[in-house]
């Protein structure tokens, strides 16, 4: 299976913060990645899909990039309702797998 | 207004078994694959499987293989999960998500406790 790792682990950060999430394969996965938020209770809601593409209704300071083995999902000005768990999802082949989860708290 | 409710969870003893359904409303249940994703208390999230349109290709994660089934009924909008010899490492919150297409799950039920415990 195609393990995904997740970096950091928890992040501390500030309304307005620009911050970085990085997702890693254990090998290419094309584009074939999505990311998720979850916040505590509630079911995850899809953010980025393809690697790169913004999910309808999402805010535009959400944006992933990468492509291959290296991801990474940016939130340009953090605002206080996305504080949150984040997650990357590999689809490329099966068994589909999650990275481990980033926590970002308030700073 | 496009809707997945998920029912069926509950405590269950080691070695059981349980059902967990999934209705959907408000699209066209029968055009997309869909999804189980599970999560421990205090965990991430796992994928459990996923299952075609028709019901012809079911995939799993490792762990379950042999003990849980996916399945579907497009003519009830329903998806299934049948979870036989439970163990306490099956104890989650269990997620039943749609696929569409590249975009992968756009659409979450709200979830439902398993439990598995003596």
């Known amino acids: 299976a195609i393990q995904m790792t997740q970096s950091p682990s928890s992040l501390s950060a500030s309304v307005g913060d620009r911050v970085t999430i990085t997702c890693r394969a254990s090998?290419?996965?094309?584009?074939?990645l999505g990311w998720y938020q979850q916040k505590p209770g509630k079911a995850p809601k899809l953010l980025i899909y393809?690697?790169?593409s913004l999910q309808s209704g999402v805010p535009s300071r959400f944006s992933g990039s990468g492509s291959g083995t290296d991801f990474t999902l940016t939130i340009s000005s953090l605002q206080p309702e996305d504080f949150a768990t984040y997650y990357c999802?590999?689809?490329?082949?099966?068994?589909?797998?999650f990275g481990q989860g980033t926590k970002l708290e308030i700073k | 207004e496009v809707q997945l409710v998920e029912s069926g969870g509950g405590l269950v003893q080691p070695g059981g078994s349980l059902r967990l359904s999934c209705a959907a409303s408000?699209?066209?249940?029968?055009?997309?694959?869909m999804s189980w994703v599970r999560q421990a208390p205090g965990k991430g999230l796992e994928w459990v499987a996923n299952?075609?349109?028709?019901?012809?290709?079911?995939y799993y994660v490792d762990s379950v293989k042999g003990r849980f089934t996916i399945s579907r009924d497009n003519a009830k909008n329903s998806l299934y999960l049948q979870m036989n010899s439970l163990r306490a490492e099956d104890t989650a919150v269990y997620y039943c998500?749609?696929?569409?297409?590249?975009?992968?799950?756009?659409?979450w039920g709200q979830g439902t406790t398993v439990t598995v415990s003596s």
């Open positions: 999802l590999q689809d490329y082949n099966y068994p589909h797998t």
């Open positions: 299952i075609k349109q028709d019901g012809s290709e079911k």
């Open positions: 090998q290419g996965i094309r584009n074939d």
């Open positions: 393809a690697a790169s």
């Open positions: 408000g699209f066209t249940f029968s055009s997309y694959w």
């Open positions: 998500a749609r696929v569409e297409g590249e975009v992968g799950m756009d659409v």
